[in-house]
């Protein structure tokens, strides 16, 4: 069967200059030639070296803790335990927002000394004149530890009599919605699909291990260069320290990837512990295995979907129940376990919905953010159990999401209306057509094909009263200045910021210069996560380049004795519309602004919208702010033999609202479906007892440049988003649909099921030999 | 730990060392200030250290620097500068293949390795070579796209424009 696209409705975009062209992003050559600072090419003179020991068992109580001999080592500087710090803890939450979900003495401590609740969980931290030292010094600590019973697995933890990880029990986070009349959707249902579905622990796995520099100025502040997601964590480095905000500062890298893990603090407090204690500047930069070690990683759950629906394909009612491992802390678990929550049923109006969520703590890695924040996972469950819906009922999936699908002007499983486009048939049918006709079957190559759809939000919860800053001058020489907090995580959030102001000020992109991700003298921009930095800082830097171009056209309006509105800024010049001859270079208009004393700067802050959260007992209310639409379609070969799966073909296909660098559009849908890829065939982060079975990239296998086929990446722009220009966000989204339409698609093929992630072959060669002993046929 | 003196060439300069003989090729370049060799997993697992060593490709966490002696070591900054960089350097930029960039200088390189070898390899031949540089972000299909297009202008002559 050929699907045909579905017609786009009607619609125009402004035509623009700078914003939607394909320019070179300004950060690219800088890097591509080695010039670009990371955190760990940062030194300075009279620079100690920093190491961390960290706990090798994941439950237990710390009898006899003796650094005495490490103090004692020749070149250790410093040495500090838990005792040394007893005040301070790591608050898991996220700085510089409000709202507050964390259960009161969940708090991590910065450097455990009773308690040790997961393997690699800090103890102790040494600076010493030179790495090595450190490393010596690490031996020589002797540590006495007995074994208390873990919990490692989160359906255990909620057991009555579950060794307890803290607190009164394991219960780190609950969500419920309830909407509707579930009893009532459900009679009216001619069959109910009862599934459930599973996925692993995940490492975000970026090139660039966690790294910082700290060292205490003249002014007693405790400055700290580090890789981060989030400069805002000055609050949480100076709350562990008892040190007033204003006497720390946070100064970010280029950030060598993050995806999730370098939002919550790394090296930053050790740092800062160690810099105020030895009154010299120090180093820290993680090895690979103590980046697996130390850092988040993305929740393992399990989903449970019953679903009514009439023999037509309606969805009547929906009952989801999820469970989610928090780990040993709960870092951002209860907001991943809400947007999972929030998420649950997917782009399609369930009238009479249920879903009951709840994360439980274990002695496991912790968990947290990661590219998507529980969408990925809700996504897996609700296209998986969408196809089951599809073969239960014999409708083509395509027909069974078409007729339940979300419009815009419906609401979601909270009761939150859509508001912008959602162009959800228009995106899968574009990706399933891109795929073009289907491979044959082969003597050793059962082909399969499947899509999934997904919507996933941008922009923080909105109840947390997200704001951004930005600020944007004109220099006398017609040059623009943008300063702006945003940390670059190298999704290129700072070029599309240029691109904005070189669009509103007429200027080309080279024409402009940011700076960017320092608490101290670039305006807070809250966090590079959530999918928000174009959404938050492009609209902040769109408000600040609008006044100082107010301020422009004033000054020329008045030098020509014309009206503002006729004049035009444009490639680094003030025109005169329609006189092409009128006209004055930008230079010489801003000499003339700093002669008449006009301002040609402007500190704008943007306000997301703010709403006062949902509902506890029924989870009804706005969550965020808007959200993305989109599908991926894939086709692939499984041999029956082995269970091999050779990934043949990928599209991805997107509503971004508007592109406003499109090549950089196309490396978060292209570089986020590999992601996902390697989620749905590839990656587990493997723990037994809680200890990580593969603690290495060599064991912890990501894709390579030979494993899977480009994802073709369709970029629609319906221009509805509330990002700048009608932008909405894709660095999350992108991931989202690839691990479910390629389960749906090995279900094609194999004409059987694989419920949890990753589809291994042998998960395959088992689900095979399922499907034999079922029906008695053979391979 | 014995230490003797070697001579190390990085990009055209001469550096006379004393080196402990566990001191990987690694850590002496960034120690001397070479920092855009990254250290992504110093057990060759990722390419992000990847440098030309007398023009052949090496995880230069798994050379010692003693073995280096007397040889020529090549990184990112040696083929080009913000001012004047190397096309392929310039293709990577304009193709879009630089996202966090961590990887770009091992990229780069291995792509200088592949090109001087084959000038106009095919896809497949581009897929193997940068097999042992990892990338989280772009999904390799940009960087692919610029080593295509840097041989391009490679064999145009000129380096700075497509033909």
Same mark, same amino acid.
């Given at each position: 069967?050929?699907?045909?696209?579905?017609?786009?409705?009607?619609?125009?975009?402004?035509?623009?200059?700078?914003?939607?062209?394909?320019?070179?992003?300004?950060?690219?050559?800088?890097?591509?030639?080695?010039?670009?600072?990371?955190?760990?090419?940062?030194?300075?003179?009279?620079?100690?070296?920093?190491?961390?020991?960290?706990?090798?068992?994941?439950?237990?109580?710390?009898?006899?803790?003796?650094?005495?001999?490490?103090?004692?080592?020749?070149?250790?500087?410093?040495?500090?335990?838990?005792?040394?710090?007893?005040?301070?803890?790591?608050?898991?939450?996220?700085?510089?927002?409000?709202?507050?979900?964390?259960?009161?003495?969940?708090?991590?401590?910065?450097?455990?000394?009773?308690?040790?609740?997961?393997?690699?969980?800090?103890?102790?931290?040494?600076?010493?004149?030179?790495?090595?030292?450190?490393?010596?010094?690490?031996?020589?600590?002797?540590? #006495?530890? #007995?074994?208390?019973?873990?919990?490692?697995?989160?359906?255990?933890?909620?057991?009555?009599?579950?060794?307890?990880?803290?607190?009164?029990?394991?219960?780190?986070?609950?969500?419920?919605?309830?909407?509707?009349?579930?009893?009532?959707?459900?009679?009216?249902?001619?069959?109910?699909?009862?599934?459930?579905?599973?996925?692993?622990?995940?490492?975000?796995?970026?090139?660039?291990?966690?790294?910082?520099?700290?060292?205490?100025?003249?002014?007693?502040?405790?400055?700290?260069?580090?890789?981060?997601?989030?400069?805002?964590?000055?609050?949480?480095?100076?709350?562990?320290?008892?040190?007033?905000?204003?006497?720390?500062?946070?100064?970010?890298?280029?950030?060598?990837?993050?995806?999730?893990?370098?939002?919550?603090?790394?090296?930053?407090?050790?740092?800062?512990?160690?810099?105020?204690?030895?009154?010299?500047?120090?180093?820290?930069?993680?090895?690979?295995?103590?980046?697996?070690?130390?850092?988040?990683?993305?929740?393992?759950?399990?989903?449970?979907?019953?679903?009514?629906?009439?023999?037509?394909?309606?969805?009547?009612?929906?009952?989801?129940?999820?469970?989610?491992?928090?780990?040993?802390?709960?870092?951002?678990?209860?907001?991943?376990?809400?947007?999972?929550?929030?998420?649950?049923?997917?782009?399609?109006?369930?009238?009479?919905?249920?879903?009951?969520?709840?994360?439980?703590?274990?002695?496991? $890695?912790?968990?947290?953010?990661?590219?998507?924040?529980?969408? $990925?996972?809700?996504?897996?469950?609700?296209?998986?159990?969408?196809?089951?819906?599809?073969?239960?009922?014999?409708?083509? $999936?395509?027909?069974?999401?078409?007729?339940?699908?979300?419009?815009?002007?419906?609401?979601?499983?909270?009761?939150?209306?859509?508001?912008?486009?959602?162009?959800?048939?228009?995106?899968?049918?574009?990706?399933?057509?891109?795929?073009?006709?289907?491979?044959?079957?082969?003597?050793?190559?059962?082909?399969?094909?499947?899509?999934?759809?997904?919507?996933?939000?941008?922009?923080?919860?909105?109840?947390?009263?997200?704001?951004?800053?930005?600020?944007?001058?004109?220099?006398?020489?017609?040059?623009?200045?943008?300063?702006?907090?945003?940390? #670059?995580?190298?999704?290129?959030?700072?070029?599309?910021?240029?691109?904005?102001?070189?669009?509103?000020?007429?200027?080309?992109?080279?024409?402009?210069?940011?700076?960017?991700?320092?608490?101290?003298?670039?305006?807070?921009?809250?966090?590079?996560?959530?999918?928000?930095?174009?959404?938050?800082?492009?609209?902040?830097?769109?408000?600040?380049?609008?006044?100082?171009?107010?301020?422009?056209?004033?000054?020329?309006?008045?030098?020509?004795?014309?009206? $503002?509105?006729?004049?035009?800024?444009?490639?680094?010049?003030?025109?005169?519309?329609?006189?092409?001859?009128?006209?004055?270079?930008?230079?010489?208009?801003?000499?003339?602004?700093?002669?008449?004393?006009?301002?040609?700067?402007?500190?704008?802050?943007?306000?997301?919208?703010?709403?006062?959260?949902?509902?506890?007992?029924?989870?009804?209310?706005?969550?965020?702010?808007?959200?993305?639409?989109?599908?991926?379609?894939?086709?692939?070969?499984?041999?029956?033999?082995?269970?091999?799966?050779?990934?043949?073909?990928?599209?991805?296909?997107?509503?971004?609202?508007?592109?406003?660098?499109?090549?950089?559009?196309?490396?978060?849908?292209?570089?986020?479906?590999?992601?996902?890829?390697?989620?749905?065939?590839?990656?587990?982060?493997?723990?037994?007892?809680?200890?990580?079975?593969?603690?290495?990239?060599?064991?912890?296998?990501?894709?390579?440049?030979?494993?899977?086929?480009?994802?073709?990446?369709?970029?629609?722009?319906?221009?509805?988003?509330?990002?700048?220009?009608?932008?909405?966000?894709?660095?999350?989204?992108?991931?989202?649909?690839?691990?479910?339409?390629?389960?749906?698609?090995?279900?094609?093929?194999?004409?059987?099921?694989?419920?949890?992630?990753?589809?291994?072959?042998?998960?395959?060669?088992?689900?095979?030999?399922?499907?034999?002993?079922?029906?008695?046929?053979?391979? | 730990?014995?230490?003797?003196?070697?001579?190390?060439?990085?990009?055209?300069?001469?550096?006379?060392?004393?080196?402990?003989?566990?001191?990987?090729?690694?850590?002496?370049?960034?120690?001397?200030?070479?920092?855009?060799?990254?250290?992504?997993?110093?057990?060759?697992?990722?390419?992000?250290?990847?440098?030309?060593?007398?023009?052949?490709?090496?995880?230069?966490?798994?050379?010692?620097?003693?073995?280096?002696?007397?040889?020529?070591?090549?990184?990112?900054?040696?083929?080009?500068?913000?001012?004047?960089?190397?096309?392929?350097?310039?293709?990577?930029?304009?193709?879009?293949?630089?996202?966090?960039?961590?990887?770009?200088?091992?990229?780069?390189?291995?792509?200088?390795?592949?090109?001087?070898?084959?000038?106009?390899?095919?896809?497949?031949?581009?897929?193997?070579?940068?097999?042992?540089?990892?990338?989280?972000?772009?999904?390799?299909?940009?960087?692919?796209?610029?080593?295509?297009?840097?041989?391009?202008?490679?064999?145009?002559?000129?380096?700075?424009?497509?033909?």
């Amino acid at each position: 069967m050929t699907i045909e696209p579905k017609p786009l409705p009607e619609y125009h975009l402004p035509p623009l200059r700078q914003v939607g062209r394909p320019l070179r992003r300004i950060d690219a050559l800088g890097k591509a030639v080695g010039a670009t600072v990371y955190a760990a090419d940062v030194s300075m003179t009279d620079m100690l070296h920093a190491k961390v020991f960290r706990s090798p068992v994941p439950s237990a109580r710390i009898v006899r803790l003796d650094v005495s001999k490490a103090r004692a080592l020749p070149g250790v500087t410093c040495v500090l335990t838990g005792h040394d710090v007893p005040e301070a803890k790591l608050a898991t939450d996220m700085p510089g927002q409000t709202g507050r979900e964390q259960r009161t003495g969940s708090d991590a401590p910065v450097l455990a000394a009773d308690i040790v609740r997961f393997c690699g969980e800090p103890i102790a931290l040494i600076a010493a004149e030179t790495l090595e030292i450190a490393e010596r010094a690490l031996e020589r600590i002797e540590l #006495d530890l #007995d074994p208390l019973p873990g919990v490692f697995d989160p359906h255990a933890a909620l057991a009555p009599n579950a060794p307890r990880v803290y607190g009164e029990d394991n219960v780190v986070a609950r969500w419920t919605i309830r909407k509707g009349d579930l009893a009532f959707g459900m009679s009216r249902a001619d069959l109910v699909v009862e599934r459930t579905y599973r996925v692993p622990f995940v490492e975000h796995a970026y090139l660039e291990p966690e790294a910082g520099t700290a060292w205490v100025d003249d002014q007693g502040v405790v400055n700290i260069r580090v890789a981060t997601q989030v400069v805002e964590h000055f609050r949480t480095v100076a709350r562990a320290l008892g040190l007033p905000e204003n006497r720390v500062r946070v100064r970010g890298t280029m950030v060598g990837g993050g995806f999730g893990s370098k939002e919550d603090v790394t090296v930053e407090i050790f740092l800062a512990l160690l810099a105020r204690a030895t009154h010299r500047p120090v180093k820290l930069v993680y090895t690979r295995e103590e980046s697996f070690l130390a850092t988040a990683k993305r929740h393992p759950f399990t989903i449970t979907h019953r679903t009514g629906v009439t023999a037509d394909g309606r969805i009547t009612a929906a009952r989801i129940e999820m469970l989610a491992d928090a780990g040993a802390y709960p870092y951002l678990t209860p907001y991943v376990l809400l947007y999972a929550t929030g998420m649950a049923a997917g782009p399609y109006r369930v009238d009479h919905l249920h879903v009951d969520s709840v994360a439980a703590a274990t002695n496991q $890695p912790f968990t947290s953010a990661f590219r998507g924040f529980g969408g $990925p996972q809700a996504a897996f469950a609700y296209e998986s159990q969408m196809d089951e819906i599809a073969k239960a009922l014999g409708i083509d $999936p395509l027909t069974v999401r078409r007729i339940n699908y979300l419009r815009t002007g419906d609401t979601t499983g909270t009761g939150q209306e859509i508001r912008s486009a959602a162009w959800l048939e228009e995106t899968a049918t574009r990706a399933i057509a891109a795929l073009g006709g289907r491979t044959p079957d082969g003597p050793r190559q059962r082909i399969g094909r499947g899509f999934a759809s997904y919507f996933q939000s941008y922009g923080r919860i909105t109840w947390f009263h997200d704001t951004s800053r930005a600020w944007v001058g004109v220099e006398q020489d017609g040059s623009v200045v943008i300063r702006c907090g945003v940390p #670059d995580i190298g999704a290129g959030q700072s070029n599309s910021l240029c691109q904005i102001a070189a669009e509103v000020l007429g200027v080309p992109l080279d024409r402009t210069t940011i700076y960017t991700t320092d608490s101290a003298v670039t305006p807070l921009a809250g966090t590079s996560t959530a999918t928000r930095q174009l959404y938050m800082s492009g609209n902040a830097v769109l408000q600040a380049a609008q006044v100082v171009r107010q301020s422009l056209l004033m000054e020329a309006a008045a030098a020509w004795g014309v009206e $503002p509105g006729r004049i035009d800024l444009f490639d680094g010049f003030a025109v005169v519309s329609g006189e092409p001859t009128r006209r004055i270079p930008l230079a010489e208009l801003a000499r003339r602004c700093a002669a008449t004393g006009r301002a040609l700067s402007h500190l704008a802050q943007f306000n997301a919208p703010f709403t006062d959260g949902i509902d506890p007992e029924t989870g009804q209310g706005d969550i965020w702010p808007d959200f993305t639409f989109g599908a991926q379609a894939v086709e692939l070969a499984v041999d029956p033999e082995t269970g091999e799966i050779d990934l043949l073909k990928s599209a991805a296909c997107h509503d971004v609202g508007r592109a406003i660098n499109p090549v950089a559009v196309r490396g978060q849908v292209v570089g986020g479906s590999h992601q996902g890829l390697g989620y749905a065939l590839m990656e587990e982060y493997a723990v037994a007892h809680g200890v990580a079975r593969t603690p290495t990239l060599a064991e912890y296998l990501i894709p390579t440049s030979c494993d899977y086929p480009d994802t073709a990446a369709i970029v629609l722009e319906s221009g509805t988003g509330i990002g700048p220009f009608g932008a909405k966000g894709i660095g999350e989204p992108a991931l989202t649909p690839a691990a479910p339409a390629v389960a749906n698609a090995v279900a094609d093929a194999l004409g059987v099921r694989i419920h949890d992630l990753p589809i291994t072959p042998e998960k395959v060669l088992a689900a095979l030999d399922r499907r034999r002993t079922e029906t008695g046929a053979e391979r | 730990m014995s230490e003797r003196p070697i001579r190390l060439c990085v990009n055209g300069r001469m550096h006379e060392l004393r080196l402990a003989a566990n001191a990987t090729l690694l850590l002496v370049l960034r120690e001397l200030g070479y920092t855009d060799v990254k250290n992504g997993c110093e057990k060759g697992d990722c390419g992000a250290c990847a440098v030309l060593l007398d023009g052949v490709l090496v995880n230069s966490c798994l050379v010692l620097a003693q073995q280096a002696d007397g040889r020529s070591v090549v990184t990112a900054r040696g083929l080009g500068t913000i001012d004047d960089p190397h096309p392929i350097q310039t293709a990577f930029a304009d193709a879009g293949a630089v996202q966090c960039g961590y990887c770009t200088p091992g990229m780069v390189l291995a792509t200088k390795a592949l090109l001087d070898a084959r000038p106009d390899p095919t896809d497949g031949e581009i897929r193997e070579a940068l097999s042992g540089n990892l990338c989280r972000c772009t999904g390799y299909g940009q960087i692919i796209e610029a080593v295509r297009l840097a041989a391009e202008r490679l064999r145009a002559g000129d380096g700075k424009e497509a033909p």
